[in-house]
Each structure stands twice: as C-alpha cells, then as structure tokens.
C-alpha cells in the first residue's frame, strides 16, 4: 500500500523560503512524481515533476523559483520554494504515478495521479 506523506508547510512573509519534503513508503516503481497545489475553488494545478531518472519540469509560475528533487535512497521528495509570494497560498499535495495525456513526465501533460499525500498548507502574506 502507497503511503505518501507531506511536511513542511508553514506560514512565511513575502520573499521567504520553504523546504516541503515527501516521505513515500510502498512505493516499488514510479516513473513519475510531482507538486501539485490547490485554492479552496480552483482546480487541483501541478508544480512541478520528475522522473526516475532525474529530469524535471515546472509550472511557468514557479520556474526558476521552485526546485523539485528526490532522494531514492531515503524514498523522499523535496520541494525547495524560494521567492514566495502570496499567490502561492494553497494547500501542496505530493502525488506519485502521475496520469499523463502523452508518454513523458512533464508538468504540461500531467492531468492527475494514482496516490496523493494528505497536504500540506503553505501560506505566504505579509
């Protein structure tokens, strides 16, 4: 049984950093993982994503500010935000085997995922 499960998300001012970590157990193979955050009324969006091998993707409203990572050894994703502003107040899910309209991990193919994590609340205001 897939078990993912998110911490790190806190309240922090504008400009400010967090670090999410995804601790995942059950999981024997995925060939994609990501970053997905929500608003109360909005659609469930993804952040960012990487594959087994390492390749990462990322929404254009996060990149060059989000890092996506993975320690296989430790079966634990990271999230590394930088720069936050308060539109990225929502609540961060981990998600493992994502579903994809075309072969490939990439934030832009990526319609949703066979687990998810319970979340993680990440506000950003002043």
């Known amino acids: 049984q897939v078990q993912l499960v998110e911490s790190g998300g806190d309240s922090v001012q504008p400009g400010g950093s967090l670090r999410l970590s995804c601790a995942a157990s059950g999981v024997t193979y995925s060939a994609c993982m990501g970053w997905f955050r929500q608003v109360p009324g909005k659609e469930r969006e993804a952040v960012a994503t990487?594959?087994?091998?390492?390749?990462?993707t990322y929404a254009d409203s996060v990149k060059g500010r989000f890092t996506i990572s993975q320690d296989n050894a430790k079966n634990t994703l990271y999230l590394q935000m930088n720069s936050l502003q308060p539109e990225d107040t929502a609540m961060y899910y981990c998600a493992a085997d994502l579903f994809t309209l075309a072969p490939g991990c990439y934030v832009a193919v990526v319609t949703g995922a066979h687990d998810w994590g319970q979340g993680t609340q990440v506000t950003v205001s002043s």
């Open positions: 990487i594959d087994r091998v390492g390749r990462v």
